[in-house]
């Protein structure tokens, strides 16, 4: 198990957004999290990587990791062991698509020059990006910047991706290519966990399916086609 949560309670400040959350993540598996705007997505996925702290937990665990134990100096390591994606993108847009990836390798102990070129066009090759390797942010789509930015989190060879609306500001058709790009990435062992508010999707490309409503966190794959989806969507 990748992550394990058992009764956990998420807050913002002194606002209780999650309660008794039970969510599990397993290699390999293909997970959204929808909900409307506030219903606690964002904030749950915080807690993964330690941005947010969970306020009780009869269990709550991360790539082996205690979360309620967690010391500071130990979240930059299992972090490195996570993707995290964001709706911005959120490249450094001063330097070249091969000096973004080049600077995260540094960052998490790659030295070798050779090493480091080589895994850039790996992870380049992987999400079609190859002959954008020395364009600059601004130079490329929002598309583009978004699987250079899936390029960015599979680096480091991932046991879990976490995507915060990784499709929020792209079109339908680009939308369609990032999340089956996301779902070739889980189908070759690294989970993915996704909040989203593009609910059609769901029937495009099929996963595990978490819903966050009036404080709660519910497994609602066997029947999320059937729910309102205009009421999922609003707000969004």
């Given at each position: 198990?990748?992550?394990?949560?058992?009764?956990?309670?998420?807050?913002?400040?002194?606002?209780?957004?999650?309660?008794?959350?039970?969510?599990?993540?397993?290699?390999?598996?293909?997970?959204?999290?929808?909900?409307?705007?506030?219903s606690g997505k964002s904030s749950?996925?915080?807690?993964?990587?330690?941005?947010?702290?969970?306020?009780?937990?009869?269990?709550?665990?991360?790539?082996?990791?205690?979360?309620?134990?967690?010391?500071?100096?130990?979240?930059?390591?299992?972090?490195?062991?996570?993707?995290?994606?964001?709706?911005?993108?959120?490249?450094?847009?001063?330097?070249?698509?091969?000096?973004?990836?080049?600077?995260?390798?540094?960052?998490?102990?790659?030295?070798?020059?050779?090493?480091?070129?080589?895994?850039?066009?790996?992870?380049?090759?992987?999400?079609?990006?190859?002959?954008?390797?020395?364009?600059?942010?601004?130079?490329?789509?929002?598309?583009?910047?978004?699987?250079?930015?899936?390029?960015?989190?599979?680096?480091?060879?991932?046991?879990?991706?976490?995507?915060?609306?990784?499709?929020?500001?792209?079109?339908?058709?680009?939308?369609?290519?990032?999340?089956?790009?996301?779902?070739?990435?889980?189908?070759?062992?690294?989970?993915?966990?996704?909040?989203?508010?593009?609910?059609?999707?769901?029937?495009?490309?099929?996963?595990?399916?978490?819903?966050?409503?009036?404080?709660?966190?519910?497994?609602v794959t066997a029947d999320y086609?059937?729910?309102?989806?205009?009421?999922?969507?609003?707000?969004?």
């Amino acid at each position: 198990m990748l992550i394990d949560y058992k009764k956990v309670k998420i807050c913002q400040e002194d606002l209780c957004v999650l309660d008794e959350v039970d969510f599990h993540v397993d290699e390999g598996e293909f997970i959204y999290i929808i909900g409307k705007v506030g219903s606690g997505k964002s904030s749950l996925l915080k807690t993964i990587y330690c941005e947010l702290d969970i306020e009780e937990a009869e269990e709550a665990t991360a790539l082996a990791q205690d979360l309620m134990k967690i010391r500071r100096k130990d979240i930059p390591a299992l972090r490195k062991e996570m993707g995290i994606i964001f709706q911005d993108f959120q490249l450094l847009h001063d330097r070249t698509v091969f000096k973004n990836l080049e600077f995260v390798l540094r960052a998490t102990g790659w030295k070798k020059k050779e090493e480091i070129k080589q895994r850039i066009e790996e992870v380049l090759e992987a999400v079609g990006m190859t002959d954008k390797m020395d364009k600059m942010p601004h130079e490329l789509s929002g598309g583009e910047q978004q699987r250079i930015a899936i390029a960015r989190a599979i680096l480091n060879s991932p046991k879990v991706i976490i995507a915060d609306e990784p499709t929020g500001n792209l079109d339908p058709e680009t939308a369609t290519l990032i999340v089956n790009l996301l779902k070739n990435i889980s189908m070759s062992g690294t989970a993915v966990v996704m909040t989203t508010h593009n609910i059609p999707m769901l029937d495009q490309v099929p996963g595990i399916v978490y819903r966050c409503k009036d404080g709660r966190m519910a497994d609602v794959t066997a029947d999320y086609n059937k729910m309102d989806l205009s009421e999922d969507a609003e707000g969004e």
